[in-house]
């Protein structure tokens, strides 16, 4: 039982560090731009299909295919916020949200039109395949990567923001939008490599999930929903309250399964009713102003 156990908690992990992957775009994006973006499971479903196709095109390099995919993201991300959230940035919450929901329908019907409706399961990266033995238990190499991966993208992310100049502006200007704009930073400059570089993780997500999640159309719509559960339960801009959000779902999804797998998502939202009761901020959240830019 106790291997048992062991063994649902590393597949626990495995799919945290996926949820985190979007998780954590999402809180950079609501943290700096104050925008709470529905479409962004879209831009994790683009980077799974864009890492596909263009690992094929290069010849079945899986790791060129996904830095080629999660950079057409990012660009992608710098046309929708220069175009579409901008002018949404001095709009209620109620707007921004309707227009983030109607790229989603936008971005579902155009992956059923280039790709089809079908499901694809691409092959595992060269080196990655197979599996390790786990008290007893064959457990995905791949999956061993992407725990391992999960932390150091948590460590990356808080070097940039600690210890760089572009992080410092992001830290000054999720503070104060009014007072980065009065010691002169480009606000909308910051806005826009900030959007890009969530849009790059969610693609990141995407692509890293394919050699074990089948890629079809919509299944941007059911990691949002889970990603925006850990958001709130970790606290609205805060990274680190996303990552522990993100394990704390992986964990009781995977156990979730393994004992009561009807009641498997009454437990993620009890969870998260139960946290916004408590502590309504969520564990980690900050109060983040967010004046007009």
């Not at 062991?6 to 731009?33: E, K």
């Not at 210890?163 to 200007?173: E, N």
């Not at 990274?239 to 998502?265: D, N, Q, R, S």
């Amino acid at each position: 039982m106790v291997e048992t156990l062991i063994f649902q908690g590393l597949i626990g992990l495995s799919l945290a560090m996926y949820i985190w992957l979007v998780a954590a775009g999402l809180t950079l994006v609501f943290g700096v731009l104050g925008v709470l973006n529905f479409a962004h499971g879209s831009l994790y479903m683009l980077g799974a299909y864009l890492t596909e196709t263009c690992t094929a095109l290069l010849g079945g390099n899986f790791w060129l295919g996904l830095l080629l995919a999660t950079i057409i993201v990012a660009v992608l991300g710098v046309g929708l916020e220069c175009f579409f959230f901008r002018p949404m940035y001095r709009l209620p919450l109620a707007y921004q949200l309707l227009m983030t929901f109607a790229f989603v329908l936008i971005f579902d019907d155009l992956v059923k039109m280039v790709w089809g409706p079908v499901y694809r399961v691409p092959p595992t990266p060269k080196g990655l395949e197979g599996s390790l033995s786990i008290l007893g238990r064959a457990f995905p190499v791949y999956n061993v990567f992407i725990i391992g991966l999960g932390p150091l993208v948590a460590l990356l992310l808080w070097l940039i923001l600690e210890k760089t100049s572009w992080g410092k502006m992001i830290r000054a200007s999720a503070s104060s939008r009014e007072m980065a704009s009065a010691i002169g930073i480009n606000i909308k400059m910051l806005f826009t490599t900030v959007f890009a570089f969530g849009a790059w993780l969610a693609a990141l997500g995407g692509g890293l999930s394919i050699p074990i999640r089948a890629v079809s159309p919509g299944m941007g719509t059911f990691i949002i929903i889970e990603a925006f559960v850990v958001v709130v339960i970790g606290g609205l801009g805060s990274l680190k309250g996303a990552f522990i959000g993100a394990v704390l779902i992986g964990l009781l999804e995977a156990y979730g399964t393994l004992f009561l797998p009807v009641f498997e998502m009454f437990f993620i939202f009890f969870l998260m009713a139960v946290v916004l009761i408590v502590q309504p901020g969520g564990l980690f959240g900050t109060q983040v102003s967010h004046e007009e830019a």
